[in-house]
């Protein structure tokens, strides 16, 4: 928690969520689960062996004997194993007779843009992108920067990296040439891999110009290999720059892969934060394959008929965990799509789930709120009956969002499955699952088996149920984070030193009456008010709650009476249907909602009423920015901001606001 000060205050979370639904799988879909009620218990009987039985189950080249070494906070898992992670990603399913079953269905996102890469298709591309690599010179353990678009292409850049050994660090193509400049200078980068561009929002953004731009400043790249996928003009410079068709075309087909120790860097994952420099998160190859994969397999019930689609990008760990890695490694079909949900038309997604017979859905509570302002005419419109599964990641779902996703887009009939994890975690590791879990609307529920946590207070003391505190995870796990690029100490720092021997992830929680996690937000996203230490989750639950509201944000800004107090930033479903005198009506309705459904201490000072939110590019809520705003300070950083308009146009509502009030 760099940047972070949690408070000296030993006051529990206010818990008090008005929501006592409960959702079992319906009898049908339960006596079809892979795994019964007994895996928590075998699991938890001897979690590491457990995990070590789970990583078998992948190609190794040289078997592991040692399991988990653990010298706290630095953990190695099966470290005298050896693997390619692109054997057992791609390889074994074309060995085991498998190669004719789709890989990915690829949609771009003009209408009709379509190919079905097959396994087969897969291993040939990935063997000539390995060739091409290693032709160009990489070589294992470097370090190659990725800035590209929803393409396949992405996909074989990662898998030929892990191929050769070399570590790929992916930058989302939604930033900007300074971010990219600044992940490829810290990760040391010499090769970039990108392309002319994408097809996003019903147009051609560009990618290549923010990479020409961005190593302007890194003159150590040596190379920069370019896929056409836009057919956008592009700089060139000689000698550096390579087609990517131009270069596979002379490749050969096939690839002898050779074997890494199980502790072999497989990538970085920079996490931009909601605060600060971003940390170079570090994954290694045998224990955080075992992980994804595991958690892939149980998570989602996998079956061998079920087509599965992340609807993240590639630049995010969701992408790197459940498109790449865990799903490959367990050799299923997937959708993989280019552009944004609206790109040709607010149906898009219900019309690629009805086409090609989606089963199990994977998106975030942001999107899903998007989709409840646009409406229930778009997905009515399709028959969504092959759906069996909904997942959801990256934040708090609020009960009404994750009770819609379940109604509207599930049919009633599809388990909603809310998975807690971090970049650092690599893979999931508070959830349900769909065929053993009676389900309630916003929780989390439950470790996922072999995984250890706890929810405690400030001492690190075990909070009762009913009590909330931090989240902390109190044994290592195989898709652990080895630690932050070039920074051991910050490591340690991080995540280590708030609670001894325990991970700490920054997150807030509560143990309901039942003992079932609910995650509350980053706990520097917690406030305290009069005393009552409460969670912007809780609040903006309840201000979504409210049937007129879209999405929410809640800050605490400092106060001279109550030491702090909220403030809300609220967008509305029917934004322009809203006249004036209603909606001060509506701000005393929302006023009063929120100290009725959480607390009057959490009545909130001010609300603001907004037509957009400042988010960063994956969705999250950028609530430092709105403090800044509320209290009247200079902007941070707001570069990794989705559209960096709206924190100056909400600053301009702001004092509006007061200036009314006055
Ligand atoms: C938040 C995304 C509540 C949390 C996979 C975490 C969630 C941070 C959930 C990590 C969830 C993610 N419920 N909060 N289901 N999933 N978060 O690294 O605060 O982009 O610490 O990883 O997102 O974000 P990251």
Not at 115 to 128: A, K, N, P
Not at 251 to 273: C, D, I, K, N, R
Not at 630 to 649: K, Q
């Amino acid at each position: 928690m760099d940047e972070q000060t949690r408070g000296e205050h030993n006051i529990e979370v206010e818990v008090d969520l008005d929501e006592f639904r409960v959702f079992p799988p319906s009898a049908e879909f339960a006596s079809r689960a892979n795994v019964g009620p007994e895996i928590y218990a075998e699991a938890a009987a001897d979690p590491v062996a457990w995990w070590a039985e789970k990583a078998r189950s992948l190609t190794w080249e040289t078997p592991f004997t040692r399991t988990l070494e653990w010298d706290p906070p630095f953990a190695t898992w099966f470290d005298d194993g050896t693997l390619n992670a692109s054997v057992s990603c791609v390889d074994r399913h074309v060995a085991a007779g498998r190669g004719d079953t789709v890989a990915f269905h690829w949609v771009g996102e003009p209408e009709g843009d379509r190919v079905d890469i097959t396994y087969t298709d897969l291993l040939e591309r990935v063997s000539r992108a390995a060739h091409a690599l290693e032709s160009m010179g990489v070589a294992s353990g470097d370090r190659v920067a990725v800035y590209m678009p929803m393409i396949p292409e992405a996909v074989v850049a990662l898998l030929a990296c892990a191929r050769i050994g070399a570590v790929h660090s992916v930058t989302f193509g939604g930033f900007t040439a300074e971010a990219l400049a600044e992940r490829i200078l810290d990760a040391g980068a010499e090769f970039v891999i990108t392309a002319d561009g994408g097809f996003k929002g019903g147009k051609a953004a560009a990618l290549k110009p923010q990479v020409d731009e961005a190593l302007l400043t890194c003159p150590a790249v040596r190379n920069v290999l370019v896929v056409r996928r836009t057919g956008a003009d592009v700089e060139w410079v000689e000698g550096r720059d390579v087609w990517w068709h131009e270069i596979m075309e002379t490749q050969p087909a096939t690839h002898v892969p050779v074997a890494f120790p199980a502790e072999h860097p497989l990538f970085l994952m920079y996490t931009s934060g909601t605060t600060g420099k971003p940390k170079g998160i570090l994954h290694t190859t045998g224990g955080y394959l075992t992980h994804v994969a595991t958690t892939f397999e149980i998570g989602f019930d996998l079956k061998p008929d079920d087509v599965f689609w992340t609807a993240a990008d590639i630049g995010w760990i969701t992408g790197h965990s459940y498109i790449v890695y865990g799903p490959l490694a367990n050799g299923v079909t997937q959708v993989l799509y280019e552009g944004t949900p609206d790109g040709g038309g607010r149906d898009r997604w219900w019309r690629i789930i009805e086409e090609l017979g989606v089963t199990v859905l994977y998106t975030a509570p942001t999107v899903i709120r998007t989709f409840m302002k646009w409406g229930e005419q778009h997905p009515g419109g399709h028959d969504l009956r092959c759906l069996r599964i909904l997942g959801s990641v990256g934040e708090p779902i609020n009960p009404d969002a994750w009770v819609w996703y379940r109604s509207i887009i599930g049919g009633g009939r599809c388990p909603v499955v809310d998975t807690w994890w971090q970049t650092e975690t690599g893979g999931w590791m508070v959830m349900p699952l769909p065929g053993l879990t009676a389900s309630k609307p916003g929780a989390a529920m439950a470790a996922f088996p072999g995984i250890s946590i706890d929810v405690v207070d400030d001492n690190g003391v075990s909070v009762a149920n009913g009590h909330g505190g931090s989240l902390v995870i109190t044994a290592p796990w195989p898709g652990m984070l080895r630690g932050i690029w070039g920074d051991p100490e910050r490591y340690r720092q991080t995540y280590w030193s708030e609670f001894e021997g325990r991970y700490f992830p920054g997150d807030a929680a509560k143990r309901d009456e039942d003992g079932d996690i609910w995650l509350l937000g980053r706990v520097d996203d917690e406030m305290y008010v009069a005393g009552h230490r409460l969670s912007t989750a809780e609040i903006e639950g309840a201000i979504v709650g409210h049937p007129a509201v879209a999405e929410a944000a809640v800050v605490g800004v400092s106060d001279e009476e109550t030491g702090q107090a909220v403030v809300a930033f609220v967008t509305l479903r029917q934004a322009g249907e809203v006249a004036q005198k209603h909606a001060a009506q509506l701000v005393e309705d929302i006023r009063a909602h929120v100290a009725s459904v959480v607390t009057p201490a959490a009545l909130p000072r001010q609300v603001i009423l907004t037509p957009d939110l400042p988010k960063t590019r994956s969705g999250k809520i950028m609530r430092r920015l709105l403090r800044d705003v509320a209290e009247h300070r200079a902007m941070g950083d707001v570069t990794t901001l989705n559209d960096p308009g709206v924190v100056s146009m909400i600053d301009g509502l702001m004092v509006a606001h007061e200036t009314d009030d006055s």
